[in-house]
């Protein structure tokens, strides 16, 4: 029997390797917004974090996601992926 491809990505907090679903995706839209993509299939440049509090103060401490993106990060978007961690950590 055939084992299905699972897509690995790498977390810019802790630079290690996990299937994609596991991560949450953040892309900048070619119109330069960055947002969060729940769904993984946003068009546009993209960087995988954990759901952990570490690996995002990790990335925005060394700011990853920023070098990563090539633009400044909004604290709104922080805001909004702090919110995700702990909603994720309560499921």
């Not at 996601?65 to 633009?71: D, F, G, P």
Request: charged share 35%; glycine share 6%.
């Amino acid at each position: 029997m055939r084992r299905k491809h699972v897509p690995m990505r790498t977390c810019v907090g802790c630079r290690t390797a996990a299937p994609k679903r596991e991560l949450i995706r953040v892309v900048r839209s070619p119109a330069g917004e960055v947002s969060l993509d729940p769904v993984g299939k946003s068009p546009g440049r993209g960087v995988y974090i954990h759901p952990d509090e570490k690996c995002l103060e990790n990335a925005v401490k060394g700011r990853q996601i920023q070098r990563a993106l090539e633009v400044p990060i909004p604290d709104e978007l922080l805001a909004e992926l702090k919110r995700v961690l702990h909603e994720q950590e309560d499921q």
